[in-house]
């Protein structure tokens, strides 16, 4: 298959999936676009939104249309690593230990309430997700390929919490938010569940293997050195913000490298341009980013603060 045959097709596969998730996520496109994004990165999601906005849907919505195994883990106080990694079992028949998959082993895995677990059974998702394996007694299991983790937080109620560290949050690729929907696509949502869920009537539209193939086109996608040069002042910036206590990590480099050659893809572009380098960047830099206490005091947001970096550093013209 040609490039450009390869990036129509990829395209055309990753509009069939945000459609089918869009049957289910009414009037919420870009936050779906986005989950998809990530997918096609292989990297990880965190959703930090108030309850009932559709967060664990989009996570079950995704599974359903890729036809792939889907696991929710429910995080609380008292929830230990190895309901999460697995465990070893006795035998009594073979008289052996045997080892028990956790939920890990699974496609879609969703971390619901992730913040809610302590920070020793949050860090058992770190090898998971940086390096697509579980150790447990010495011995290390692969995990299933395509493997996406998507998190969620509520982040109004804080009590009996445990926040994430700056460690495990860098592992997220992007956090992405859903919010309320408009007074008519609030109706939309509920003439479609009159009689039954739309979430029962989604089906495959993409397989694993087709994902597999379109996280390697995703790889392939030229971006000029010129956009590499400016995504890695946008990082620096935030290191040198005034405001911030932490800037961006090299990961957010990294990260804006693949979620632009992601977000050209899924756009049918075998180019990635300054736009695509935009659109991304909140979703990938506002949770790395910390502010200073007179941040908070003037009532600054990281959003904000993103928002004025990417006004401030110049896009590269094109040749």
């Known amino acids: 298959m040609e490039n ?4 129509a097709w990829v395209a055309e596969r990753a509009q069939a999936l945000i459609d089918e998730i869009e049957t289910v996520i009414v009037g919420k496109r870009q936050s779906v676009e986005l989950a998809v994004i990530g997918l096609l990165c292989n990297g990880h999601i965190l959703i930090e939104d108030i309850p009932g906005v559709g967060k664990t849907m989009l996570a079950k919505a995704l599974a359903a249309s890729l036809g792939a195994t889907y696991r929710r883990i429910q995080f609380t106080p008292d929830l230990l690593p190895a309901d999460i990694t697995g465990t070893y079992i006795f035998n009594q028949k073979t008289a052996e230990f045997a080892f028990r998959e956790g939920p890990v082993f699974t496609n879609i895995l969703l971390a619901d309430e992730i913040n809610r677990a302590t920070p020793k059974t949050q860090s058992s998702l770190l090898e998971c997700m940086d390096e697509f394996q579980v150790t447990v007694d010495g011995a290390t299991r692969l995990l299933t390929r395509p493997f996406f983790v998507m998190a969620t937080e509520n982040p109004i109620e804080y009590r009996g919490t445990f926040p994430l560290p700056e460690a495990q949050l860098d592992r997220f690729l992007m956090r992405i938010h859903m919010g309320y929907l408009a007074p008519e696509e609030e109706v939309t949502v509920l003439d479609r569940q009159m009689k039954q869920h739309p979430i029962y009537s989604v089906k495959p539209v993409v397989q694993l293997d087709e994902v597999l193939t379109m996280q390697e086109h995703v790889k392939s996608v030229h971006i000029d050195q010129s956009l590499k040069q400016y995504l890695v002042e946008l ?11 932490l800037g961006a990590s090299p990961r957010a480099s990294l990260g804006l490298l693949r979620a632009g050659q992601a977000r050209a893809a899924i756009q049918g572009r075998s180019y990635v341009l300054p736009d695509d380098i935009k659109i991304v960047a909140p979703a990938i830099l506002c949770h790395r980013i910390f502010l200073k206490p ?3 005091v003037r009532q600054a947001d990281a959003h904000q603060l993103v928002a004025q970096v990417l006004d401030e550093v110049p896009v590269p013209t094109t040749r």
């Open 294 to 296: 007179e941040a908070r």
């Open 4 to 7: 450009r045959e390869q990036a």
């Open 235 to 245: 990082v620096w910036a935030t290191r040198g913000h005034p405001m911030l206590s």
